[in-house]
């Protein structure tokens, strides 16, 4: 999607480890977002950030946190995955709080 | 929690007819917007109203809120088989930093040939 990248694409890890996924934007939008797509639920947010350094919780942050050093990057890090982790994630950014989302391509993670 | 619900959960229509999937929600609002999204991508937003506005166009697509009843409709009209994908209403509300949108767990459409 353009402006607006996730990395990794798929990724399988074992339960217990960390693990960062990384959302890269070229749009220089204020707001970034991560949520978690899963069967039944629809997405759910999981953290969100308004500026550098200013983030905060969304409905489901339990066993997660982020980080924004730089405009341009938002991490996401499971601190210790659990299977109840595995997920389809997707970061999202909006240039303020009057216009839509754009959201990235999404990372597959499963946590076995 | 789900903010807004969609409805119906899935639905099959032929090329040119026209689709019509509803959204309902639970608290105030300040806008609804409406996703697309293809298996296995990212959601693409298709329109935005506000909660002050009744009725937006977009091409073939037309979205009424009403927010008395809480409720949204998104029309898709002359419906092409690209149209198949998943649709999700979303409902925006501001806090002290950010607007936060809540998804429905959406409408999957099938446009057939």
């Known amino acids: 999607d353009a402006g607006i990248t996730q990395s990794p694409r798929h990724k399988v890890t074992e339960t217990g480890t960390p693990v960062t996924l990384r959302c890269h934007q070229t749009e220089n939008h204020r707001y970034m977002y991560w949520y978690r797509q899963d069967p039944g639920h629809g997405l759910r947010l999981i953290h969100y950030s308004y500026g550098v350094k200013d983030t905060d919780k969304g409905e489901v942050s339990d066993g997660y946190s982020v980080s924004r050093s730089k405009t341009e990057d938002f991490l996401l890090t499971l601190e210790s995955a659990t299977s109840s982790q595995t997920s389809v994630y997707f970061c999202a950014i909006s240039v303020d709080r009057a216009h839509g989302y754009t959201f990235g391509s999404g990372t597959r993670l499963t946590v076995v | ?113």
């Open chain 2, 1 to 113: 929690s789900q903010q807004g619900e969609e409805d119906p959960q899935a639905l099959s229509i032929q090329e040119g007819e026209n689709a019509t999937m509803n959204c309902s929600y639970k608290t105030s609002i300040n806008n609804l917007q409406w996703y697309r999204q293809n298996s296995g991508r990212g959601l693409v937003h298709l329109i935005l109203i506000r909660s002050n506005e009744r009725e937006k166009h977009s091409g073939r697509l037309r979205v009424t809120l009403d927010t008395s009843k809480k409720s949204s409709s998104l029309l898709i009209t002359a419906s092409r088989a690209a149209d198949t994908a998943s649709y999700f209403c979303a409902t925006a509300q501001n806090t002290g930093t950010a607007s936060k949108l809540t998804f429905g767990t959406g409408t999957r459409l099938q446009v057939t040939l």
